[in-house]
T-cell receptor, first 118, second 108 residues
Framework: DGGITQSPKYLFRKEGQNVTLSCEQN?????MYWYRQDPGQGLRLIYY???????QKGDIAEGYSVSREKKESFPLTVTSAQKNPTAFYLC?????????????????FGPGTRLTVL | GEDVEQSLFLSVREGDSSVINCTYT??????LYWYKQEPGAGLQLLTY?????DMKQDQRLTVLLNKKDKHLSLRIADTQTGDSAIYFC????????FGTGTRLKVLA
């Protein structure tokens, strides 16, 4: 089955620790994204990657880091510099990023990771 | 700036139609999407419409697009309890912009 997987589903972090959230896709998509979702708010873009070995900051990149060493993988690290990291994190992918887009370039989402800071 | 707005809550009775509304500001939006999110889950694509279309129907779902007013709506016919979820409107320009989501509650 083609799709996007995220792990773990739930993650607990002590203050001052860095944690890494996994995102893998087997859809052969070039573009991948990380969003943060807080209650009563829409999705806010953290980082995105249009192609392997390239990534760009989104609207709320401070305190986060990413890498894109393989096409299918786009891990997100939440660093201790992120002041309020408790949230639901969603990974998504699309065949191409909108700036290069042709066709629908629909985003497909993973099941999410809920991060709680203790 | 670019913005997508939705009302936060909608409550309907089972069997009635639900209409979820969305307004956006960027007239260069090319594709417009509706996603459904169930508790603790990711976003599931329901349908999308291209900006040169006025309407799209897919089984119980009808999408209406009024480009002049920059208004998008999703109508769910014969709403069921399984339709209870948060519904997100999203538009694509040079990036994707999501609304805040509308929580639909279906009363039995």
């Amino acid at each position: 089955d083609g799709g996007i997987t995220q792990s773990p589903k739930y993650l607990f972090r002590k203050e001052g620790q860095n944690v890494t959230l996994s995102c893998e896709q087997n859809l052969n998509h070039d573009a991948m994204y990380w969003y943060r979702q807080d209650p009563g708010q829409g999705l806010r873009l953290i980082y995105y990657s249009q192609i392997v070995n390239d990534f760009q900051k989104g609207d709320i990149a401070e305190g986060y880091s990413v890498s894109r060493e393989k096409k299918e993988s786009f891990p997100l690290t939440v660093t201790s510099a992120q002041k309020n990291p408790t949230a639901f994190y969603l990974c998504a992918s699309s065949s191409q990023a909108p700036v290069r887009g042709a066709g629908t370039d629909t985003q497909y989402f993973g099941p999410g990771t809920r991060l709680t800071v203790l | 700036g670019e913005d997508v707005e939705q009302s936060l809550f909608l409550s309907v009775r089972e069997g009635d139609s639900s209409v979820i509304n969305c307004t956006y500001t960027d007239s260069s939006s090319t594709y417009l999407y509706w996603y459904k999110q169930e508790p603790g889950a990711g976003l599931q694509l329901l349908t999308y419409i291209f900006s040169n279309m006025d309407m799209k129907q897919d089984q119980r779902l009808t999408v209406l697009l009024n480009k002049k007013d920059k208004h998008l709506s999703l109508r769910i016919a014969d709403t069921q309890t399984g339709d209870s979820a948060i519904y997100f409107c999203a538009v694509r320009t040079y990036k994707y912009i999501f609304g805040t989501g509308t929580r639909l509650k279906v009363l039995a």
